[in-house]
């Protein structure tokens, strides 16, 4: 069987333009699919950026019309397609979800960050499960920006057999050496690869840039039994800086859960002496 291609796009979304940002997004989703993608994954709040302080007016429903636009190219271009979006719930309360699309054309399902910074709280709700989804190539899970801090998120989705997360992000570039930091531990927490879309650009309102620096990372010591040539830092298959672009990795995930039942530590976890008060 061959690799599953997966691919990470980088973008700028532009406050108050929702339309040319679907726009944008279409470009990038055909040049993954230019490149043989079987998984493509946008950024958070990917259609209006992340101006979440005014939630309430550029949040959109999940599902709507946002989701039929991506189910329609997932469609098209016979893919799987993960993207972050600010969901105005129909509890009343607003969310930063990301969807996945499928090849059919449907909605797959979504994930609600669980997560939120206390300056987010003021205006986001935290969703409360991590679901995962069987697809043809894999079993994938998604999580978003500010999970990353946490590594109860990768540990629960490794305990769940993960093969791939997708983490569509939107994170402030004054967090971005942590948050390049600790992307390879959350791999390496997951024993699983790791799908990092981050978006580009400024927020006019809070005067601030994002980080870019979308990455496909893998546990590097899987990346050592597959590749002789295995340097230290190599983790990152895939690291964008800070351009707008798309980057696609051929990923052999039989090869990868062949070794995680070898390599994998969930054996020698002792779960009885976590979280003891």
Not at 67 to 94: I, N, W
Not at 188 to 201: K, L, N, P, R
Not at 247 to 258: A, I, N
Request: net charge negative.
């Amino acid at each position: 069987m061959p690799g599953t291609k997966i691919a990470v796009v980088q973008m700028e979304s532009k406050l108050g333009k929702p339309a040319q940002n679907l726009r944008r997004a279409e470009h990038y989703i055909r040049e993954a699919v230019e490149q043989g993608a079987d998984l493509i994954c946008l950024p958070e709040a990917f259609s209006t950026s992340g101006n979440i302080l005014e939630v309430a007016d550029v949040s959109v429903p999940v599902p709507g019309p946002e989701t039929e636009f991506l189910c329609e190219q997932a469609k098209q271009a016979g893919v799987h397609l993960v993207a972050g979006l600010l969901e105005r719930g129909d509890d009343g309360r607003y969310y930063s979800t990301s969807v996945l699309c499928g090849p059919e054309g449907t909605m797959l399902g979504q994930y609600r960050r669980v997560h939120c910074h206390e300056l987010e709280a003021r205006y986001l709700s935290g969703g409360s499960q991590y679901p995962v989804f069987d697809v043809e190539f894999g079993r994938i899970g998604l999580m978003q920006g500010y999970d990353i801090n946490f590594p109860e998120v990768a540990r629960e989705y490794c305990r769940r057999g993960v093969d791939i997360i997708v983490c569509s992000a939107l994170v402030p570039e004054m967090f971005a050496y942590v948050a390049n930091m600790r992307l390879p531990v959350r791999a390496v927490d997951a024993e699983c690869i790791v799908a990092f879309a981050s978006g580009i650009g400024n927020n006019l309102y809070a005067g601030f840039g994002y980080m870019g620096r979308s990455q496909i990372l893998a546990d590097p010591l899987f990346l050592e039994a597959e590749r002789f040539d295995f340097v230290d830092g190599d983790e990152r298959m895939v690291d964008l800086g800070k351009e707008p672009g798309v980057g696609v990795v051929e990923v052999d995930l039989d090869r990868m859960r062949r070794y995680r039942t070898k390599a994998t530590l969930s054996g020698d976890l002792q779960p009885a002496t976590y979280w003891q008060s």
